[in-house]
């Protein structure tokens, strides 16, 4: 049916010796995909002739898959790199699968970075390990794919990759207070600052005080603490006594 797709080549001549022997070489060249079959035809002046054998053979193929298809590395401070996570890259197919690069591409490429030991090649029934970190340079979601280029017929093998960088934002709710005429050694009413954190992480407070050339003039207190939780805010009471 296919045998077009073999080859053979002998030196077996008009006549081979009594007890004697020659040696046909065969090579097959697939033309088409699937399971290929034809035979190997012998006229002689031999009892029982033609005599003939069976030939088979089918294409070679590499099938690469990814697993998992996506990779989403949760929340990550700024410029802190997350745990390692894996993609596996497997070769399901039935020949050596090449690889040709792994890399890191996409709109924040430079937050994510892979190592990995998939080497040029991946044999069939084999996988390699595609290792990710995620270390955001700002805050918010972050996003990129692993790229797999190789020999599979669905190359390259895409993985999406995301994040988000964990940041957070200090705003208050009025950049200027004023006090108006008040007499002095006398302390004005309290009038209130809110200092909110409209970020996604905790902000640190290291301290909070007043300052500038007539900084003993103004007194302040609060309820912010040490850390303000992402999303909430505090009160800053500051008061006027003129001296």
């Known amino acids: 049916a296919n045998a077009s797709d073999f080859t053979q080549s002998n030196n077996c001549g008009s006549s ?18 699937g399971t290929r079959s034809a035979a190997v035809a012998v006229s002689d002046n031999a009892a029982g002739g033609p005599q ?29 790199a997350s745990p390692l996570q894996a993609i596996t890259l497997t070769n399901t197919g039935s020949a050596d699968l ?11 490429a430079s ?3 892979q190592t990995n030991n998939c080497g040029s090649a991946v044999a069939a029934g084999s996988n390699c390990t595609i290792s990710v ?6 805050a918010g979601t972050r ?4 790229i797999v280029a190789d020999s599979s017929p669905t190359s390259p093998q895409t993985v999406p990759l995301s994040g988000t960088g964990d940041a957070p934002i200090a705003s208050v709710s009025s950049s200027s207070v004023a006090f108006g005429n008040q007499s002095v050694g006398a302390t004005s009413s309290a009038q209130a600052v809110s200092l909110t954190n409209t970020g996604n992480a905790p902000l640190n407070i290291s301290s909070v005080a ?8 103004f007194a302040q207190t609060n309820n912010c603490g040490i850390a303000l939780a992402a999303g909430a805010n505090c009160t800053i009471s500051v008061t006027f006594t003129p001296s």
């Open 98 to 108: 090449n690889v040709t690069a792994v890399a890191v591409s996409g709109a924040n």
């Open 133 to 138: 970190t995620f270390k955001p340079v700002a």
């Open 52 to 80: 003939t054998v069976a030939l088979s053979g089918s294409i070679a193929t590499t099938l690469a898959s990814v697993s998992p298809s996506s990779l989403a590395l949760g929340d990550q401070p700024l410029s802190t």
């Open 111 to 113: 937050d994510f970075t």
């Open 16 to 33: 081979v010796a009594a007890g004697a022997n020659c040696v046909i070489s065969v090579t097959f060249k697939p033309a088409a995909s």
């Open 210 to 217: 007043v300052f500038g050339t007539n900084a003993g003039d």
């Open 143 to 146: 996003t990129a794919a692993v």
